[in-house]
């Protein structure tokens, strides 16, 4: 009777599963929308360095460098690979193919006036850009179904009107919501729609629409400036600025009801907010 000489069983070292067990990590993260679709893109791209260290991995398996494991070296090096994709996704790096979702707008020289429509269902930070830019929109990365905004401009002497509409197929270049800068060149005039985070309190601002939920921080009025809010915001403004409110809301305790809402103590012109009804908007004062 005669034996089959046993099978040898290929082992993959135990050092390994750090890079399969980051891997699977990232495919989770993607799945359930805490990371970009995106970062498959970039992921691809990289595919030169992982299919190299794979097969260096391979081809040194059972070799040893003093008391090491070369292939185990090799795992860590593949470890540090991820670790710096990973980095790299997150920050935008150029050599990263999902950095190029990005929009630039015109230059703001000579523009006077402007108004900007931008209107999510996302994250939409809002702040000032002194590029020299009128705006520019940069993705927020992390996972969600916002695409790289289109934007269509129409310019008329000094005056330019911007609208910020999502593709309708975005494709992999999904993310959490954008983030707009703006020039504090021109006097504007906005309306946003999201979960918005808004600094504005160095633009110079005509009239404002916000819809959605958030924060949005005022400046000083351009004149008698009206704001329209739809939804739950909370809305800063400067310690001794008029400020009049028009419909229900949380105000400061030294400021004044009257017939249509409230008022501060300030008189003159100023902000005018306008509450539309079921918004729940608490306006605070800060120094």
């Given at each position: 009777?005669?034996?089959?000489?046993?099978?040898?069983?290929?082992?993959?070292?135990k050092?390994?599963?750090i890079?399969a067990l980051?891997?699977?990590?990232?495919?989770?993260?993607?799945?359930?929308?805490?990371?970009?679709?995106?970062?498959?893109?970039?992921?691809?791209?990289?595919?030169?360095?992982?299919?190299?260290?794979?097969?260096?991995?391979?081809?040194?398996?059972?070799?040893?460098l003093?008391?090491m494991?070369?292939?185990?070296?090799?795992?860590?090096?593949?470890?540090?690979?991820?670790v710096?994709?990973?980095?790299?996704?997150?920050?935008?790096?150029?050599v990263?193919?999902?950095?190029?979702?990005?929009?630039?707008g015109?230059?703001d020289?000579?523009?006077?006036?402007?108004?900007?429509?931008?209107?999510?269902?996302?994250?939409?930070?809002?702040?000032?850009?002194?590029?020299?830019?009128?705006?520019?929109?940069?993705?927020?990365?992390?996972?969600?179904?916002?695409g790289v905004?289109?934007?269509?401009?129409r310019?008329?002497?000094?005056?330019?009107?911007?609208?910020?509409?999502?593709?309708?197929?975005?494709?992999?270049y999904?993310?959490?919501?954008?983030?707009?800068g703006?020039?504090?060149?021109?006097?504007?005039?906005?309306?946003?729609?999201?979960?918005?985070?808004?600094?504005?309190?160095?633009?110079?601002v005509?009239?404002?629409?916000?819809?959605?939920?958030?924060?949005?921080?005022l400046?000083?009025p351009n004149?008698?400036?009206?704001?329209a809010?739809?939804?739950?915001?909370?809305?800063?403004v400067?310690?001794?600025?008029p400020?009049?409110?028009?419909g229900?809301?949380?105000?400061?305790?030294?400021?004044?009801?009257?017939?249509?809402?409230?008022?501060?103590?300030?008189?003159g012109?100023?902000?005018?907010?306008?509450?539309?009804?079921?918004?729940?908007?608490n306006?605070?004062?800060?120094?």
């Amino acid at each position: 009777m005669t034996h089959a000489a046993p099978r040898r069983q290929v082992r993959v070292p135990k050092i390994w599963l750090i890079p399969a067990l980051a891997v699977a990590l990232i495919v989770a993260a993607t799945s359930m929308r805490f990371l970009s679709r995106s970062i498959l893109v970039d992921f691809v791209a990289w595919s030169p360095l992982w299919i190299s260290l794979l097969v260096l991995g391979f081809l040194t398996r059972g070799r040893r460098l003093a008391a090491m494991r070369v292939s185990g070296l090799v795992s860590l090096a593949l470890v540090g690979g991820i670790v710096a994709f990973m980095v790299g996704h997150l920050q935008g790096w150029p050599v990263m193919p999902s950095s190029a979702a990005h929009l630039t707008g015109s230059a703001d020289a000579g523009v006077e006036t402007a108004a900007l429509s931008a209107r999510i269902d996302g994250r939409l930070d809002v702040l000032v850009d002194s590029s020299g830019f009128l705006y520019d929109v940069v993705p927020i990365r992390s996972g969600g179904d916002v695409g790289v905004p289109d934007a269509l401009e129409r310019t008329q002497d000094s005056s330019t009107s911007v609208e910020l509409t999502e593709p309708a197929d975005p494709g992999l270049y999904q993310f959490a919501g954008w983030e707009l800068g703006v020039s504090p060149t021109p006097i504007w005039t906005l309306s946003l729609k999201g979960k918005i985070e808004a600094d504005l309190r160095l633009l110079s601002v005509e009239s404002l629409q916000v819809e959605g939920s958030g924060t949005v921080r005022l400046g000083v009025p351009n004149g008698s400036s009206p704001v329209a809010t739809d939804g739950d915001f909370t809305i800063e403004v400067p310690a001794g600025t008029p400020v009049r409110v028009i419909g229900p809301a949380s105000v400061p305790g030294t400021w004044l009801t009257n017939e249509n809402g409230f008022e501060s103590p300030q008189e003159g012109p100023g902000w005018v907010i306008a509450i539309s009804e079921g918004s729940v908007v608490n306006i605070v004062e800060t120094s």
